[in-house]
């Protein structure tokens, strides 16, 4: 298997946590801005403090903390509770601590969102007799996600980039498989460059897919000012 394969599973790995860590990240951002917005004194608090702990701290620092310390805290509540301890695989470590991280920011970006729905909107459903999940999901949704789609689009391409830094703990994603065939064959230039390429052409699909999805959403829409 040449430096070829490898590049291309390291890539696959890199698009395994990326997407894992994103759809978790949103996940609990969607919770969190509901949280932050309907949430009683204490649950905004303690959204507040993750929202800001997770932004103050660099990224390295948090999947440094959260990797070993996480995976160690895990393993001695399990032991805690009599069972053995277990060995959490690379892959569900990186798209944990990623997506916790993601979370923080998707908060924000999904919470600016719901904030931005027109007031007009909501009323008009209530005012048709909408129950609250039938609001929540045939206006509250759709209106919120053309709003959403930018900040999170950004957030999708950070995620990439953040698996990056997995590499520090060992994961053999893209630029930990880079490295290693840079220093086996002393090519340092050519694998680092085409590592560049791999991922500036992971980020021009991504601007392709996510412009098309903006575009798909606002279908119909009206601007919020009218």
Sequence with gaps: MGWGDNLFYGLLATLEIAIG???????????????????????????????????????????????????????????????????????????????????????????????????????????????????????????????????????WLIVTKDTALLAVVGFQELTLTTRVAAGTTRYYLEFFLIAAAIYLSVTLISNLCFKWLERRSSRGMTSLGH
Excluded: H
């Excluded at 048709?128 to 053309?146: D, E, K, N, Q, V």
């Design 21 to 155: 860590a994103y759809l978790l990240g949103t996940s609990i951002g969607f919770a969190g801005a509901l949280g932050k917005i309907n949430g009683g004194p204490v649950t905004r608090f303690c959204l507040g403090t993750y929202t800001t702990l997770v932004r103050a701290v660099p990224e390295l620092v948090l999947i440094l903390l959260l990797y070993y310390a996480g995976t160690a805290l895990v393993n001695e509540v399990l032991m805690s509770l009599g069972y053995r301890p277990i060995d959490i695989s690379g892959l569900i470590a990186g798209i944990v601590v990623l997506g916790v991280v993601q979370g923080a920011y998707s908060t924000e970006v999904i919470r600016g969102a719901l904030q931005a729905i027109p007031k007009g909107q909501l009323e008009a459903g209530r005012a048709f007799g909408m129950s609250r999940w039938t609001l929540f999901r045939r206006i509250t949704i759709p209106a919120m996600i053309p709003l959403a789609l930018p900040g999170m689009s950004n957030l």
